[in-house]
T-cell receptor, first 112, second 111 residues
Framework: EAQVTQNPRYLITVTGKKLTVTCSQN?????MSWYRQDPGLGLRQIYY???????DKGDVPEGYKVSRKEKRNFPLILESPSPNQTSLYFC???????????FGPGTRLTVT | KQEVTQIPAALSVPEGENLVLNCSFT??????LQWFRQDPGKGLTSLLL?????REQTSGRLNASLDKSSGRSTLYIAASQPGDSATYLC??????????FGGGTRLMVKP
């Protein structure tokens, strides 16, 4: 089944403790991206990657890092999480040609 | 910068009604427009994708139209059902590869 997977789905952590949210897609998509969703602010792009080893900032990249060492994986790294990074995070990948977006199930992160 | 607006923000209708959700965008230089459905606390499910060169797309009871020159898209849902209750999001992809979302329309269909 074609899908985007994220892990973990739920995470509660403390300020300053480094964490990684993994994202994987099995559709051989070149383009992948990360979004956060907050009440009243909607979905905002954090980082995106056009291909392996090619990443760039989205609208709200501060406090986040990404890497793209393999085509299928695009992890989101929070080196020193803060409470304002409490949010619902989505990973997405995109087809070539039609540029249709496919989203993962989301990761609900709480930073205390 | 692209701005996407969805009206209304919330909508409540009785089962069986046909309804229209609206999406407008400020910059008509888009690559495509995509409609999504999101259930509470869940991920986004793609409903319809309209390329900039297309006028409409249909899938079952859903029909989406696009008027790029006026910066508008509509999602038409025929014969609404309680299972259609969800938040509907539109998103436009611009030539700079940026995907911009609207704030969503929260739909409730009452039995």
């Amino acid at each position: 089944e074609a899908q985007v997977t994220q892990n973990p789905r739920y995470l509660i952590t403390v300020t300053g403790k480094k964490l990684t949210v993994t994202c994987s897609q099995n559709m051989n998509h070149e383009y992948m991206s990360w979004y956060r969703q907050d009440p009243g602010l909607g979905l905002r792009q954090i980082y995106y990657s056009m291909n392996v080893e090619v990443t760039d900032k989205g609208d709200v990249p501060e406090g986040y890092k990404v890497s793209r060492k393999e085509k299928r994986n695009f992890p989101l790294i929070l080196e020193s999480p803060s409470p304002n990074q409490t949010s619902l995070y989505f990973c997405a990948s995109r087809t070539s040609g039609s540029y249709e977006q496919y989203f993962g199930p989301g990761t609900r992160l709480t930073v205390t | 910068k692209q701005e996407v607006t969805q009206i209304p923000a919330a909508l409540s209708v009785p089962e069986g009604e046909n309804l229209v959700l609206n999406c407008s965008f400020t910059d008509s230089a888009i690559y495509n427009l995509q409609w999504f459905r999101q259930d509470p606390g869940k991920g986004l499910t793609s409903l319809l994708l309209i390329q900039s060169s297309q006028r409409e797309q249909t899938s079952g009871r859903l029909n989406a139209s696009l008027d790029k020159s006026s910066g508008r898209s509509t999602l038409y849902i025929a014969a609404s059902q309680p299972g259609d209750s969800a938040t509907y999001l539109c998103a436009v992809l611009d030539a700079g590869n940026m995907l911009t979302f609207g704030g969503g329309t929260r739909l409730m269909v009452k039995p």
